[in-house]
């Protein structure tokens, strides 16, 4: 349940095609940036303006006039970025996200539907459709020690080579208020973390994450 279409509906993105063509999603992340800008020249000037370099907004997106929003991004049709929004840049946003006051984004895939309301950071991330993520909840994207993530399944450790790598969040996932997802964690479909929590490693799908020795599956 770690690899692309284990854990993402590829169809909730416009960067389908860029993200079936890693067999891991985690693999995408050193070429969001240039996926962006390439993927932004194609869009239909009818749907999408270009505010400033690099940046396309959608014309029926509704966009905070305090937000900050760098280049290179895109942010799909019926998305609100709302007050204080700090979108650094490489960030691709889909359709009806909501983008919540002081949330900051960088170099991160936002599938269609994703809610990120409330105080919430997210680096070097993908979030799958519908994916919820409560007040204060946050992706560490850097380890510690700054060495490089590694992620440990059931069966093997793969290395993967990156040093900032937030979370791979599934689609449908919950995130509870203020927690915490740690380096390199991969939270399968369907998943509910509850508040407060701290994450690490490969989360089951359809499961129910109370504490590390405390994970049920969803009945």
Known sequence: MIK???????????????????EYPWQALKD?????????????????SEISPHVWIH????IAPSAFIGPPCIIGKGTEVRHCAFIRGSALIGERCVIGNSTEIKNA?????????HYNYIGDSILGYK???????????????????????????????????????GDGV????????NPGSVI?????????????????????????????EKR
């Open 4 to 22: 692309t279409t284990e854990l993402f509906s590829l169809e909730n993105t416009l960067a389908k095609d860029f993200l079936a063509s890693y």
């Open 32 to 48: 969001i940036k240039d996926f962006i800008i390439q993927k932004g020249y194609s869009l239909d000037k009818d749907d999408f």
């Open 59 to 62: 014309k029926e997106a509704v």
């Open 109 to 117: 895939i936002i599938f269609n539907c994703v809610q990120i309301p």
């Open 131 to 169: 994916a919820h993520l409560g007040a204060g909840a946050v992706t560490s994207n850097v380890k510690s020690d700054k060495s490089l993530v590694k992620i440990k399944t059931e069966e093997k450790v793969i290395e993967t080579g990156l040093k900032k790598f937030g979370a791979m969040i």
């Open 174 to 181: 919950e995130v509870g208020c203020n927690s915490v997802l």
């Open 188 to 216: 399968g479909k369907n998943t509910n973390i509850y508040p407060l929590s701290r994450v690490r490693g490969v989360i089951k799908e359809n499961s129910i994450y109370k504490s590390e020795d405390n994970i049920t």
